[in-house]
C-alpha cells in the first residue's frame, strides 16, 4: 500500500509540473509526465550518460543518455506511442527513464491469472507521452520495452 501511496504522490507532482510546462515538440524533452517514475540518487545512471534530466520515479531526477531516443529499443517504443495516439513520432516526448528493479518476472505490468517467477529482475522503466497521453513501458535490461496499460508499483529504483 506504501508504494502505491507514493506513485500517487509522484503522478501528482507529475500532472502539477507538466500542466504548467509546454512542449515545443522539437525533439526529446525531460518534461515529467503523470505518472513518472524518476530515479533518485541510487539509481543515477553513471557518469557516461548525459543529457537533460529526467524526473525519477522516487522523485529525484536523473540524466537521460544522449542516445536514449534513437536507442532500438526506446526508438520501437516511440513508434508504438505515435500509432497508439495517432500522432507524429517527432511528437513523442521521453517524459522519464529509470534503470528499475522489477519485483518479479511481470516486469511490472502483471496480468491477472498469470504466474510469474517471483524473484528480481534487473530492467528498465520508460515513460513517454504526447500532449494528451501518458504511456508506460517496461523492460528486463537489454530486452524490448512491453507497453503496460495498468502498471503496478512493482520495482525499485536500481
Known amino acids: 500500500m506504501r508504494t502505491h501511496y507514493r506513485l500517487a504522490v509522484a503522478l501528482t507532482v507529475v500532472l502539477m ?63 508504438d506511442t505515435a500509432r497508439r495516439a495517432g500522432v507524429d513520432p517527432g511528437q513523442v516526448v521521453i517524459a522519464a527513464w529509470s534503470p528499475v528493479t522489477w519485483n518479479d518476472g511481470s516486469l511490472g505490468c502483471p496480468e491477472k491469472g498469470k504466474s510469474y517467477t517471483q524473484a528480481l529482475v534487473e530492467g528498465e522503466l520508460l515513460l513517454l507521452r504526447t500532449d494528451t497521453e501518458l504511456f508506460q513501458y517496461n523492460a528486463k535490461t537489454g530486452g524490448p520495452f512491453a507497453y503496460c496499460a495498468t502498471p503496478s508499483a512493482g520495482y525499485t529504483v536500481g
Open 17 to 79: 509540473t507538466t500542466s504548467a510546462c509546454g512542449s515545443s515538440g522539437d525533439g526529446p524533452s525531460a518534461s515529467p509526465a503523470p505518472g513518472s517514475p524518476t530515479p533518485t540518487t541510487p539509481g543515477t545512471p553513471s557518469s557516461t550518460a548525459s543529457g537533460p534530466a529526467s524526473p525519477s520515479p522516487s522523485g529525484g531526477s536523473v540524466t537521460l543518455p544522449d542516445d536514449l531516443r534513437t536507442r532500438p529499443a526506446v526508438a520501437a517504443a516511440i513508434a
